[in-house]
């Protein structure tokens, strides 16, 4: 690919998905196909809340919260 770090770029992005070998292919296939950001919170908040309700209650069942 050559170095990058004194220029410019000269090559152009190819569009038509032919890599130059596999290891292109397989790089873009997995930058096109990453998760969403933000996902892991809404099922990360579900799970915290159901923990601290869970917490809460055994709390109350021994006497620590009246």
Not at 7 to 36: C, F, K, M, V, W
């Amino acid at each position: 690919m050559g170095d990058t770090f004194g220029g410019e770029h000269r090559r152009p992005a190819r569009t038509d998905g032919i890599g130059r070998s596999q290891r292109e292919l397989q790089d873009r296939a997995s930058y096109d196909h990453q998760p969403n950001p933000g996902r892991g919170c809404v099922i990360a908040l579900p799970i915290s809340a159901a923990m601290w309700w869970g917490l809460y209650e055994a709390a109350q069942a021994c006497g620590v919260i009246a």
